[in-house]
């Protein structure tokens, strides 16, 4: 995970790029969703995926940011296959909007990747009442999945491919609270810790890999859902807290990764053919990691599930 760490069983580094990892891999014939992708490591995700051939579905909030990017994206690659739809992780109705539309595009769907984020924001909540990390972090990821999980069975069988969900979490998900997920005190502010909510969030996103993971195997479906560290990289996900983003953007060009850099293990998880098969783990520098032991709390990642599945039936 730091720049001296050595290779793993990839043959990959801190050092390795998203080109690099998935050089010579032809992703021709595969669609893909990348979440957050109008932004850092989203949009170099969104560019490689498309340089590899995918046909590649922008989930963005801010459609004309999107296609500022599609376009640039199409500058460099003039035949790369792009569309971009409008998608709101803190808004449980701006996910099934987003769900639906993908649906009506009639396309198969071979790797969906859950990358966008917030991070260390004030106490806020989301448009559905649910604090505002958790809610954008996992519940949002978390039910676009589901949403879409039928599609992704479809495509596996129909097409005999393997399907492979992605989940962008962090090494932030050690930060969490000492109980792991605050699961019956969710949105009480008055225990709220902006780190320690962040990594209770990107906990979440490790227990949901792990959970998708355990049924695949139990249904025989033949999709792989793993989460992983993209590494410390510049990009804008310390805006609360200038002072940090300052010092994040400066200081930090010396010892964090660059965004070719930080997109390197979701596009290496989504694409190489080293990681086929591979489910319910943790990647980091495109090399299996080890997560915390509450990361790895089988019984936690099925609490977590039903606790999920209750709140998003509750915003209907």
């Not at 014939?29 to 170099?44: F, Y």
């Not at 984020?117 to 806020?124: D, E, S």
């Not at 909540?125 to 676009?144: K, P, R, V, Y």
């Amino acid at each position: 995970m730091w720049p001296f760490s050595r290779k793993d069983n990839s043959r990959f580094t801190w050092f390795s790029t998203a080109e690099e990892v998935t050089a010579g891999i032809d992703a021709s014939g595969l669609t893909a969703i990348v979440t957050g992708a109008s932004s850092g490591i989203g949009t170099e995700t969104t560019r490689v995926l498309a340089l590899r051939g995918a046909h590649v579905v922008m989930g963005v909030r801010n459609v004309s940011v999107g296609a500022t990017v599609k376009s640039e994206i199409l500058k460099e690659i003039p035949d790369a296959q792009i569309d971009v739809l409008e998608l709101d992780l803190a808004s449980l109705a701006s996910v099934r909007k987003f769900a639906s539309e993908f649906k009506a595009m009639k396309l198969p769907l071979n790797i969906l990747i859950n990358n966008a984020g917030v991070m260390a924001t004030p106490f806020l909540l989301s448009q559905d009442g649910i604090e505002l990390q958790f809610a954008t972090n996992h519940l949002g990821h978390f039910l676009l999945t589901d949403l879409l999980l039928e599609t992704m069975k479809n495509t596996s069988h129909e097409c005999n491919t393997e399907g492979r969900i992605v989940i962008v979490s962090s090494e932030g998900h050690k930060f969490t609270y000492r109980e792991g997920i605050l699961f019956d005190k969710i949105n009480d502010q008055s225990v709220y810790n902006t780190i320690s909510a962040y990594g209770q969030s990107k906990l979440s996103n490790i227990l949901h890999a792990n959970e998708l993971s355990r049924r695949f195997k139990e249904e025989g479906v033949e999709i792989t859902a793993n989460s992983l560290h993209p590494g410390s990289i510049i990009t804008n996900l310390l805006r609360y807290h200038s002072f940090l983003d300052l010092l994040h953007r400066t200081i930090g060009k010396l010892v964090l990764k660059n965004v070719q850099q930080g997109a390197a293990t979701t596009c290496y998880v989504a694409l190489h053919p080293k990681a086929r098969g591979v489910s319910g783990r943790y990647f980091c520098d495109s090399n299996l990691y080890e997560p915390t032991a509450k990361a790895k709390d089988s019984d936690l990642a099925k609490k977590l599930w039903d606790f999920s599945m209750n709140l998003i039936s509750s915003h209907l």
